[in-house]
């Protein structure tokens, strides 16, 4: 039929002498059409159909300027449903992203709760009574503690207990980004403000806004931005690298370190009343040597995660694993315990008793 061709040919078809005409289908010659024509709608990706009319008018014939005309509607009708139907695939799209976040926030939250942090010791739960007492308060939080203590954990519970736990988490380690772009990863950057930055940026102040930002290594921040950072805290507001507008924000700061501030502030590597502003309230990790007794219930817990992750029953630790287990030093913390235990649970075999012979050497030597 007429459609058919038009869709195959993509193709608009004017039709003079509709009742002698061998492609014009009876039902159309029956309604007593003269002239028809035929329009493919056509989208970049396929033809959604067509658009036909007929004349039954002795005196007026279609004309190849009708068949022009009626092509542009055609092609303007066939955009309108295209973009309804694009419209329509970024609607469902979006709501499924948004549900997909909705539970990934939900999971965060639960993997940040403080029943993740575990730990019986006197010295933990002091920073736990504590930690708890200040989520929902507005202070800036300064994170004390050796590497692998677990600042980052006590971040996230702090923020996921607070009244911004549904508002971002954002984290920054100061260390691992160079001095000249950690500003404008801070801050955000205007178009042309340098070369290289071909669009605006927002910083992560911005992204973080009404939320909580984590400065992870703030020791190993440059006094440059230091300045700058302290500036920003002060006046709740920031301008882009580059830029003259004016951004308000709500951003909650929590900070951590490795360092000795104390000792940076006196070489003149920290600024005074940065520190002061951070440290509203400190809140100091001991390392794992000084809080022994949560050995063995974080070696459970490690043991029962691997376990999971990677779909294995072990029986667990021989009692001569775990009393050189409990002698170790553990210079890398609770991220080194957790690191052992991992590595043990992937070399055991299934179902076996986790004994000496697993235990890396410096443990199983120096001990
Ligand atoms: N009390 C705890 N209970 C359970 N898991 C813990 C505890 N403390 C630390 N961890 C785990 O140990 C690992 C290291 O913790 P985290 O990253 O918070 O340490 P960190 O102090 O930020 O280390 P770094 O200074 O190296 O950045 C993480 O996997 C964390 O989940
Ligand atoms: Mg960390």
Redesign the pocket.
Known sequence: TLAQRAIRERKSLLIMDAQMDSRVSTSIKIIGARSVMCAPLICPQKTLGILQIESKSKDYEFSKADLDLFTGIASQVALLIYSAELFDDLKRANERIASENKNLKKQQKVQSSFG????TSPK?KEVLELVKKVSNAPYSVLIT?K???????IAKAIHYNSSRSGQPFVVLNCAAIPHDLLESELFGYEKGAFTGAGETKQGLFEVANKGTIFL?EIGDMHPHTQAKLLRILQEKELQRVGGTKVIKIDVRVLA?T?KDLKNAMSSGEFREDLFYRLNVVPVH?PPLCERKEDIPL?IT?FLELSCADIGKHVKGFAQEAVTLLLNYSWPGN??EL?NVVERIVTLAPEDSMLGVDMLPPEISNKS
Do not use: T, Y
Request: no cysteine; hydrophobic share 35%.
């Open positions: 993740n942090i575990i730990g933990i503690g590497s692998g203590s677990g600042k980052e954990l992870d951590a490795n990790l974080l817990h609770v991220r957790r």
